[in-house]
């Protein structure tokens, strides 16, 4: 007979870091409150056709008036960590002028709150929400975007610096450069292929900016969120689909990894590009900003690619210079977003990026799975319960990680998919704004409680 064995339990090293994520548009809501000013979300949100059913983060889960209420909800979970980020334009209304202490006052309350019941709060400084105003003077594709960061992530720093322990610059970077300005999904919704290499440039910049910033001002736990692309080779024996994987590889995850944890953009991802861009973005002395020391790096995974070659496909936008390269359609189980499940995926992609790039401590800063509207979830369950097994392999294979933080915390507005796409551990009810647990939070609580699965 066939009949597979039962999964063994696992323990996790004692330690590892359990939380929830969340990002500030997806869920504050509060968009004209206390003095924010409108970021390149709200400007796409309102412009027609961008966002599933017109949908905007305006009120969002009315966390900026509910969050003493989700707080307790994360210790009812018994979450040892918090993951979430803090809306620029709350803090520098126009980007670059007057500090708005109200919105620094939200984030202090947020971190008291979180103290007070023993979460550690890991603050993102970035998660999409750009100033309209800087977008207004080019956005990320000019150098002064990264500087404005950078000044900005020491306003925050300053106000909570002395309470919060995790500082990370950036949420994928990728998602920021190449679908705000590749394929023009995700705000501000440009297509400008030259324009999105120049704006992951400038992403990177801001990154090493900010850390350094940080690190002279005595942050002591520097990081940043990337979420590679883990490619493969459709027919790993034929070299065609193997240069492929490579060139994929080069412009989603080299561009980013290699000048930040090397010092150095990869020589074959440059010439690649050059047919796109003259490059003159890169000034002397970038690459040395952007290789700022981190302490821990973080990992955002849902699903594995596969490409081939195809001659005659055309560039995809958000993988500039990716013509006569195609995406294989997601084979067997997907998730209610359309992706792929696939957790061995998961597990090469940490040995891989622990073999690459050694040496930096790995957090799994996202991982999760939307599925239709409802309460009890037992495939998001299942999920995430072969996610943190691969997450156990990983550890078992010698990779240094050193937390797991489920994505996400509550329902929430999804980008471009608006409130259609439910992502949530916990329900939320927009009409009531009505929180109840799902199945998944319930054992989400029980992993944690023993620090491992079954
Ligand atoms: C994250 O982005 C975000 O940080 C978070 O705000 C968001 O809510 C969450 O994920 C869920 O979307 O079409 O099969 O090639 C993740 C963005 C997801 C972009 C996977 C690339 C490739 C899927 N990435 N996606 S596929």
Redesign the pocket.
Known sequence: TSAQPAPTGITFPDGFVWGTAT?SY?IEGAAREDGRGPSIWDTFSRTPGKVFAGHTGDVACDHYHRYAEDVALMADLNLGAYRFSVAWPRIRPDGTGPVNTRGLDFYDRLTDELLSKGIDPVVTLY?WDLPQTLEDRGGWTVRETAEAFAEYAQVVFGRLGDRVGTWTTL??PW?SAYLGYGNGIHAPGRQDPAGSLAAVHHLNLAHGLAARALRSAGARNISITL?PCEVSPLDPANPADVAAARIIDGVANRIFFDPILRGHYPADVLEHVSRITDLSFIKDGDEEIINAPIDVLGI?F??P?YVSAKPGQPAALDYPGSEGIA?RK?VGPVTD?G??IEPESLTRLLTRIHRDYPGTPLMIT?NGAAYPEGVHDPLRIEYVDAHLRACHDALAAGVDLRGYFA??LMDNF??AEGYAKR?GIVHVDYTTQQRVLKDSAKWYREVIRRNGLE
Do not use: G, K, R, V
Request: hydrophobic share 30%; aromatic share 28%; glycine share 0%.
């Open positions: 990002a997806q998660h949420n994928e998602c979420n955002n849902y699903t690619s995406f997601p977003m992706w792929q996202e994505w996400s999804e980008w992502f």
